[in-house]
């Protein structure tokens, strides 16, 4: 199985913030990673898919970039909404696998 | 819109059983793979089952394989998750979710179904 690994596991930043969180792979996945933004209580909403590309109607502040084994989503500049667990999952090959998710606190 | 309505959730004890269902809505159902993602409580998302728009082709994880069953009835726009032995550690939050476009992307999620086992 292919275990993705992110980091940090929490991060707490400003509003306007420029904010990165990285997921890795135990093996190459080529481009085949997306992130999804998840909030208590609520479903889950796809951000970037194949590493890079946006989900239509996702703010342009989110960003995902990388391949082969690592992988990063960057948020241009902090906003309230944004408070939220962010998940990369795998979309290679079964099993599935997500990241261990990365909590963004606003101070 | 696309909307996605889980149902079938409760409390059941150890050696039980349950099943979910989806109820699927804005999007032509038969056409597209769909699967189950789970959340134990205060644990990250975890992927359960997955399976073609036809019915023909399903995936699961190790972890309920031979226990849980995924199926679906196209005529009624609707996804379904029988899970049997159910055990401790199946506690949580059940999510449906729609692959879109790309492969094994899930593009659109229902709110979730909590199950949970215990004595």
């Known amino acids: 199985d292919i275990q993705m690994t992110q980091s940090p596991s929490t991060l707490s930043a400003s509003v306007g913030d420029r904010v990165t969180i990285t997921c890795r792979a135990s093996?190459?996945?080529?481009?085949?990673l997306a992130w999804y933004q998840h909030k208590p209580g609520k479903a889950p909403k796809l951000l970037i898919y194949?590493?890079?590309s946006s989900q239509g109607g996702v703010p342009s502040r989110f960003s995902g970039s990388g391949s082969g084994t690592e992988f990063t989503l960057t948020i241009s500049s902090l906003q309230p909404d944004d408070s939220a667990t962010y998940y990369c999952?795998?979309?290679?090959?079964?099993?599935?696998?997500f990241g261990g998710g990365t909590k963004v606190e606003i101070k | 819109e696309v909307q996605l309505v889980e149902s079938g959730g409760g409390f059941v004890q150890p050696g039980g059983s349950l099943r979910l269902s989806c109820v699927a809505s804005?999007?032509?159902?038969?056409?597209?793979?769909m699967g189950w993602v789970r959340q134990a409580p205060g644990k990250g998302l975890k992927w359960v089952s997955s399976?073609?728009?036809?019915?023909?082709?399903?995936f699961y994880a190790d972890s309920v394989k031979g226990r849980f069953t995924i199926s679906r009835d196209n005529s009624k726009n609707t996804l379904y998750l029988q899970l049997h032995s159910l055990t401790a550690e199946d506690t949580a939050v059940y999510y449906c979710?729609?692959?879109?476009?790309?492969?094994?992307?899930?593009?659109?999620w229902g709110q979730g179904s909590l199950v949970t086992v215990s004595t």
């Open positions: 979710a729609k692959v879109g476009a790309e492969w094994e992307v899930f593009d659109s």
């Open positions: 804005g999007f032509t159902f038969s056409t597209y793979t």
């Open positions: 399976l073609s728009g036809g019915g023909g082709s399903t």
């Open positions: 093996q190459s996945i080529s481009s085949w």
């Open positions: 194949k590493a890079s």
């Open positions: 999952q795998q979309h290679d090959s079964y099993p599935l696998t």
